[in-house]
């Protein structure tokens, strides 16, 4: 037996836990933008003190 | 906020989930009552709880803002309510998709605990556009901790005014004698809501290591911005000063 019946029960079941998912990637993947430009951020600054010797 | 640990609390939030959803799959009894879709309950409730713990946490984070004047209570408060309005819309797409196999509605009115719920969340929904129309940074804190400690009293308060009222059809699955739960079943939210509360803590301290970075790295580009500037007013005066032939 499957873990989740190919049934209409377990089609709301593995919506619920794929939507729960899916959120936490978003989630997941907006903080990763926002680290990725953090860190070309830090790269300019380091490039400008570079600059400056 | 140092971020040594944060790999080990990420190691054990992965193998936590992993076990939990193995338990509610592989080994939590399928309820006698609702079938298979109960298996819902597991995911709903732990973040529920986590949700309004987050919020809870948040006003209390606000609370000690206030007290002490720290801003980093302040952040500490806003990373909390951020994270867990995002979480919120888990809780409220989740409990609808149960509601809808269970009730047949994607929505009940008349149940309590469903408009509670989303009373709080509207709430929480107004606590960004209130900390961001307000452009003083003091002012801003300020009244973010004051509205935070307000609305997470509500919480509380509120969940103790639902459970206090007779429910239409939403299920009374915790008490203060642990609910009428067969032990595997038990052991299985156990397992979920310790999954969750790690999940959050792990998300929670990320963004916060996030934006801590972010502000110490704005607040040094502002310090070389000014140094430059300094640096080139001096130059350009020692330009106009005059010679002496």
Known sequence: MPAIPLDEPGAYVAAAYVIFVVLLVLYVAVMARHITRTREDLRRLADTFREDG | MPGGRLPILGALTAAALGTAFGLVFFYAPIDADQGFVQKIFYLHVPLGIVTLGGFVGGAIMGAQFLRTRDRRWDLRSYVAIHLSLVLAVGVLATGSIWARASWGHWWVWSEPMLVSFLVVFLLYCCYQPLRFAIQDPDLQARAAAA??????????????????????????????????????????????????????????????????????????????????????????AADQRPTLH
């Open chain 2, 147 to 236: 509205f935070a400690v307000m609305a997470g009293a509500f919480v509380p308060l509120n969940f103790v005014a639902v459970r206090l009222a007779e429910a239409v059809t939403h299920p009374r699955v915790l008490s203060a004698t642990g609910g009428q739960m067969p032990g595997a079943m038990r052991l299985t939210f156990v397992a979920g809501l310790l999954a969750m509360a790690l999940l959050y803590v792990l998300l929670w301290r990320l963004e916060l290591l996030r934006k801590t970075t972010a502000i110490e790295l704005r607040a040094l580009r502002r310090s070389l911005d000014e140094r430059t500037t300094s640096s080139i007013q001096s130059f350009a």
